[in-house]
């Protein structure tokens, strides 16, 4: 038997892996992610290693290959844990091992130590005296300054003394050698978070809160460690919950992981959690600086931290004793990786909670139809909360027309009814927020008048604008000139729906000159801060009006708004998609939660062209059950996730023609290899844009019942196209169950 190593993480690059041989007294015992010792180099100095895979056979001479030593015996290292779980993402996923442990264990450069110097007098009190004595007549008058101040303070801060007491570094040096003080440094880490006084929680559960709680402390006290889903609708107290069972963890010494869908929700969510933990809560996202990344892995492993805060790279923190992971708004696409492996943060905290011994909580208002159909199905236990925690009602909904607007002759994108509550919310100075829905829009043609959507005949999906008037299906690759009538009614009022935040900011601006107004998005969200000043100087009700793309309906809470205006509905619905309407019920029902969360009831206006659609009149209604099971029905008569699963096999390459060939290629090797199984194999298709910078791209589709059924079928694929030498001009990626081909 042999064994891949990786050897000694921390200090070599991740770009080799080596192959030892198993002693037959270890055969039994060595599994992937734990740490050995190995004979490494020339002078066979034993290193540490990890263990990556296990196998067989040797890719090396045999009389070259050495023998692992032994297994650490006194080691329970962190990485090792983490090393096994690259090895199923590697596995479930695929891509390479060391993509797999790049993805894992992202900290791998050393960062400079921040240190904090001081000095600690070494003399007794008499005998400091008279050294003072000694300087005071020999006039050094330096020397008896630094010495005083340490008679008074034995401790003295080194910055103190060099900058208050203007003492210089060579004063010091001198005092250091004639034995009179020490000079000690203590690392200080570098701590992203402002600090927060921790304050008593004086809270009042409701009976729904209590009862998840409850239940939850139940378990986990018994031992019994499980993946809960959080159904709560907006406003229902989640957050609380979820702190008080991150209490529950802490309190037996383990440590939590928080995952939120972006750095936008940072800021609320780190201030509540740091008002009930204190400095014990610390965040991890792109933001950071090297030095500041690095030292909050360092605070985990150390132990010094309670909740580690951040998305989804936070997933894989180094806590030595991970007790819980809770993933909020689980239903986010950001959970999902865009590069390889293209894991799901969903799949993988629970993995990572078996491999520990951890627990699983995902919470939504509006869940992914996998975490609903997992929990209706037992895999998950479900918790529902259906009333807010201040038993405020849900803000009252209504749909406004578009295409009755544009008969009125109204064509601003705001509506009459919107523009007049909008004037009633300024008058009476309370908020306002103007979601923009840009999510997802790659350039669907609807109809202005009757709302008709073009759509692919054999996909349910709407068919993509691409130049040269093309209009094409990105599931199936079906093709259709671009129409320039509205194939329903005959009207000329067809085309792509385009306007911008910016767009929508000046209009409000111009139609209301009295009110200030915010906006939120890529543009005015590039600075480290911006996210906070923006959300801030809004809670701090600075603005009237926050206008924005979807980052400002996720999670926040502003007590004084009470009017949200959702425009363009309909630009999820119609994407090229088979989770368009999974995405439009939960960003408009996310949306619609961000009102009258306060003392004072909250209204929400949905502007769309198609206010008949099932998904646009739950979402108005909130019934997410309604939802839910028309949804469910669709995806099992089409055969999508989460009742089949869905492999896309990426495919890039400079050479077109070469790109043609090796996508046929790799279809018939794919027929071949499924062998009895149900899987079906569709495409090669164009994905969204099927051109980037001179390399074109197309993806393959394998759907079947079994999620195992499609690893199978990767892993032959991967060998077949490393024994082919045609494939190395062309880049393959796997995707499984894809949120997005774009």
């Known amino acids: ?17 080596f192959q030892y041989r198993i002693p037959e007294r270890l055969e039994q015992e060595l599994r992937p992610g734990m740490e050995v010792l190995v004979p490494f180099g020339k002078g066979n100095h034993p290193r540490k290693g990890y263990v990556t895979g296990i196998g067989e056979t040797c890719d090396y001479d045999l009389s070259k290959v050495k023998e692992i030593v032994d297994i650490s015996r006194d080691s329970v290292e962190i990485e ?7 090895a199923w993402m590697k596995e479930y996923y695929g891509g390479t091992m060391i ?21 600690r007098l070494l003399l007794d009190k008499e005998t400091g005296k008279r050294q003072l004595d000694y300087y005071l007549e020999k006039n050094q008058k330096a020397r008896a300054r630094l010495m005083a101040a340490l008679l008074d303070d034995p401790i003295l801060e080194y910055e103190l003394v060099t900058k208050k007491l203007n003492v210089s570094a060579s004063v010091i040096r001198a005092l250091e050698e004639q034995n009179v003080l020490a000079v000690e440094e203590k690392q200080v880490y570098r701590n992203p978070v402002k600090q927060t006084e921790k304050q008593s929680r004086d809270i009042t559960f409701t009976g729904e809160q209590k009862h998840v709680t409850d239940s939850f402390r139940q378990d986990y006290t018994q031992g019994i460690r499980r993946t809960y889903l959080l159904h709560g609708v907006t406003g229902s107290g989640k957050t609380e919950v979820y702190m008080e069972m991150i209490r529950t963890v802490v309190e037996q010494g383990k440590q939590a992981i928080v995952l939120i869908p972006e750095i936008a929700l940072t800021y609320q969510t780190v201030m509540r959690f740091c008002r009930c933990f204190g400095d014990r809560v610390s965040i991890m996202n792109s933001r950071l600086s090297p030095g500041e990344r690095y030292d909050q892995l360092m605070r985990a492993k150390a132990g010094e931290v309670d909740v580690m805060i951040g998305p989804r790279s936070a997933l894989f923190t180094p806590f030595p004793d991970l007790g819980l992971i809770v993933i909020d708004e689980e239903h986010e696409p950001t959970y999902k990786s865009e590069q390889t492996p293209r894991y799901h943060a969903r799949e993988t905290a629970v993995k990572r909670a078996q491999m520990e011994n951890a627990s699983v909580v995902l919470g939504s208002a509006t869940p992914s139809l996998e975490a609903m159909y997992r929990a209706r199905n037992g895999e998950y236990v479900l918790f529902e909360m259906k009333k807010r925690s201040r038993m405020q009602s849900l803000a009252h909904v209504e749909t406004v027309d578009m295409r009755q607007e544009l008969m009125n002759g109204n064509r601003s994108i705001l509506s009459a009814r919107l523009q007049e509550l909008m004037e009633e919310r300024l008058e009476r100075k309370e908020q306002i927020m103007l979601f923009l829905n840009r999510r997802g829009y790659s350039g669907f043609i609807s109809c202005r008048e009757c709302g008709h959507v073009v759509k692919c005949p054999h996909c349910d999906v709407s068919l993509s604008v691409h130049r040269g008037g093309k209009m094409v299906c990105h599931y199936c690759g079906y093709t259709q000139p671009r129409v320039t009538e509205c194939p329903e009614c005959g009207s000329r009022h067809i085309g792509e729906f385009r306007a911008g935040t910016q767009q929508i900011e000046d209009i409000v601006k111009m139609r209301f000159p009295q009110a200030r107004v915010l906006r939120m998005d890529m543009d005015t969200t590039r600075q480290k801060d911006s996210y906070e000043k923006i959300l801030s100087a809004f809670a701090n009700e600075e603005a009237d009006i926050l206008v924005g793309t979807q980052m400002i309906v996720k999670g926040h809470d502003f007590p004084g708004v009470t009017l949200v205006g959702v425009l363009a509905a309909d630009m999820s619905l119609y994407t090229d998609d088979y989770r368009s309407g999974e995405r439009t019920f939960q960003l408009l029902a996310q949306a619609a939660g961000r009102a009258g969360r306060g003392e004072r009831p909250g209204e929400v206006v949905i502007q769309t062209y198609s206010p008949d659609h099932p998904v646009i009149q739950a979402a108005a209604d909130q019934d997410y059950a309604r939802f839910y099971e028309e949804e469910i029905r669709y995806r099992e ?24 060939k090796g996508c046929r290629y790799l279809k018939e090797y794919a027929l071949r290899v499924r062998g009895r199984t149900q899987a079906a194999v569709i495409g090669p298709a164009s994905p969204g844009i099927d051109r980037i910078k001179d390399v074109y791209r197309r993806v393959l589709y394998i759907k079947a019942p079994e999620y195992d059924t499609l690893v199978r079928i990767k892993d032959r694929m991967e060998q077949y196209i490393e024994i082919n030498s045609g494939f190395n001009r062309i880049r393959i990626q796997f995707d499984f169950n894809p949120m997005n081909i774009s």
Do not use: S
């Not at 390459?653 to 043609?660: C, H, N, Q």
């Open 1 to 17: 038997m042999f064994a891949d190593i990786i050897i000694d993480i921390q200090h070599e690059k991740l770009d080799k892996i």
């Open 80 to 86: 090792g844990r983490l090393i096994a779980l690259a």
């Open 99 to 119: 993509q797999a442990l790049k993805t894992v264990l992202p900290v791998r450069q050393k960062e400079n130590a921040r240190v904090k110097k001081r000095l």
């Open 637 to 660: 008569l089409m055969g999508y996730p989460p009742v089949e699963n869905l492999l896309a096999v990426l495919a890039a390459g400079e050479d077109e023609a070469l790109l043609e």
